[in-house]
């Protein structure tokens, strides 16, 4: 089993920066990737970025050169940097980790104002 603690969301205006967290417990030295997805109201959850154990990254096309994705394996715990954010990008950002199973965080909620 693994558990997922997201952290640093909240409200931003359009333009600014944010840092989310997510820390990993339990059987964490059979994960190999782990990420971050999105739901905005209304809408499907979708990827954002993604990360292996080894650092290989992939981006949504709608946050490449915003948004940067990082790991600490030391920690157990994925990083979004998110910068340039716009009001689209409103929506709650869920963690992710995958082994031979996937779960998910609680969720925290991001707004950008315009």
């Known amino acids: 089993q693994v558990q997922l603690v997201e952290s640093g969301g909240g409200l931003v205006q359009a333009g600014g920066s944010l840092r989310l967290s997510c820390a990993a417990s339990?059987?964490?030295?059979?994960?190999?990737?782990m990420g971050w997805y999105r739901q905005a109201p209304g809408k499907q959850r979708e990827l954002v970025a993604q990360i292996s154990r080894v650092g290989t990254t992939n981006y949504a096309d709608s946050v490449k050169g915003r948004f940067t994705i990082s790991r600490d394996n030391a920690k157990n715990t994925v990083y979004l940097q998110m910068n340039g954010l716009k009001p689209e990008d409103t929506a709650v950002y869920y963690c992710?980790?995958?082994?031979?199973?996937?779960?998910w965080g609680q969720g925290t909620q991001v707004t950008v104002s315009s």
């Open positions: 992710n980790a995958v082994n031979l199973r996937t779960y």
């Open positions: 339990g059987s964490t030295f059979s994960i190999n990737f």
